[in-house]
């Protein structure tokens, strides 16, 4: 993707989450690079923080909690109780994949959160297509010798790029890379959020290639089985996989004979040793292939199962 096609993408991005802010709060906004905008945060009695990959701008406008209704309002449509399930989960999935977190006072029933009072914060995540910034990535992915992938755990912080880089592979995958003389392959995308594929009224808004079919809003570890056994997928892809579920239902997959990419929240190799629930796809030899994908966007491999040893 050229500059400018990447810029004309960030400033639409951008714009379709203003579309929920009063015109006075758009315009101050747009005084700013908002093609590099990430992430917008309102607190209730803080300032507007915008953030981008390098610093933050502070905005000195005032919030109280009839501005985060208001906006949370015209999110839902005028109808929040519709939401509330969503709420109650702690986001909301915009139309374009943009995710808007929620904070406030957690009524708590039977250990489940039943409803978020007194809405305290939002924060905006912009999303975007950044075509071939899975370049890093694919070398590490691929296994061109047998024209299919290894089975791949992505690890990273939150907020540094992991949808970003899923969703990009996913399209090269999809569609071939043929200067690695890689042929596509069918994938499937469980999208639990919706972030990925963005589907609006069936029709994904993002790239995911040719050869990828989408399931989305259900959990992850129903969709790979649902996916499995309807579409005959060679690989099957999910972001954030963490639960116990999930992990039982990547087993199920790659004994099946499908092959998996997934994502999981971390910042080193020892974390993910750390946490029972990856690790045991890690230790199960479920897993080929651990890349970190640090902060400032760079792609490093971690493990590979094929000499059963940590490598940074």
Known sequence: MTMFFYVLEGVQAVEQILLFFPE???????????????????????????????QEKIIDYKITPEFILQILQKICDNSIYSYQNQ????FLTLKGGHRVGIVGNA???????????????LNFRIARQIFNCS?????????????RVYNTLIVSPPGVGKTTLLRDLVR??????????????????????????????????????????????????????????SMSPKVIIADEIGSLEDVQAIEYAITSGVNGIFTAHGG?????????????????HKIEKVLLL???????????????????
Not at 87 to 90: F, H
Not at 274 to 284: E, H, I, S, T, Y
Request: charged share 30%.
């Open 135 to 147: 370049n890093q990535a694919l070398p590490y992915v691929l296994n061109t010798y047998q024209n």
């Open 172 to 229: 090269r995958i999809s569609n071939g890379v043929t200067e690695m003389n890689f042929h596509g392959i069918t994938c499937g995308v469980v999208d639990e959020r919706g972030e990925i594929a963005a589907i609006d009224k069936g029709v994904a808004q993002n790239d995911l290639g040719m050869r990828t079919d989408v399931i989305d809003n259900i959990p992850k570890a129903i969709g790979m089985r649902m996916l499995i056994r």
């Open 87 to 90: 709420i109650c989960e702690g």
């Open 294 to 312: 640090e902060k400032n966007r760079k792609v490093c491999l971690a493990y590979d199962d094929r000499e059963n040893k940590q490598v940074v």
């Open 24 to 54: 006075e709060l758009r315009r101050i906004i747009r005084l700013n690079e908002i093609e590099k905008i990430e992430e917008i945060r309102i607190r209730t009695g803080k300032p507007v923080i915008l953030k981008n990959a390098i």
């Open 268 to 284: 080193s190799m020892e974390e993910v040793e750390q946490n029972p629930v990856l690790n045991r796809l890690v230790l199960g």
């Open 107 to 121: 009524v708590m029933k039977d250990g489940k959160v039943t409803n978020l009072n007194y809405i305290s914060g």
